[in-house]
């Protein structure tokens, strides 16, 4: 089991910054995958960026250049970076964590960002 715990979200106005944490805590070695997906009112959830437990990152079109994930050396938090950010980030956050085998997801309980024009 793995549990995973947001943080750092909150209210900015257009062009400015905001760091997300995730704490990972449980069976943190078996995480293959850990990353950010966001949901916007109306919206399907959609990757933002993820990195793979090789260090492997992927990053949604809409954020590159702007958003940077990073991983703690333990393995245990990960950071996104968000600059410059716009009102169509505007979404909840939430951090996911995945195990290929057995195939196994595991999501936070999300952290609200709002990007005021």
């Known amino acids: 089991q793995v549990q995973l715990v947001e943080s750092g979200g909150g209210l900015v106005q257009a062009g400015g910054s905001l760091r997300l944490s995730c704490a990972a805590s449980?069976?943190?070695?078996?995480?293959?995958?850990i990353g950010w997906y966001r949901q916007a009112p109306g919206k399907a959830r959609e990757l933002v960026a993820a990195?793979?437990?090789?260090?492997?990152?992927n990053y949604a079109d809409s954020v590159k250049g702007r958003f940077t994930i990073s991983r703690a050396d333990a393995k245990d938090t990960v950071y996104l970076q968000m600059n410059s950010l716009k009102p169509e980030d505007t979404a909840v956050y939430y951090c996911t964590a995945a195990v290929f085998y057995p195939s196994t997801d595991y999501w936070g309980q999300g952290t609200q960002v709002t990007v005021s024009s």
């Open positions: 449980g069976n943190t070695r078996s995480i293959d995958l």
């Open positions: 990195i793979t437990s090789g260090g492997r990152i």
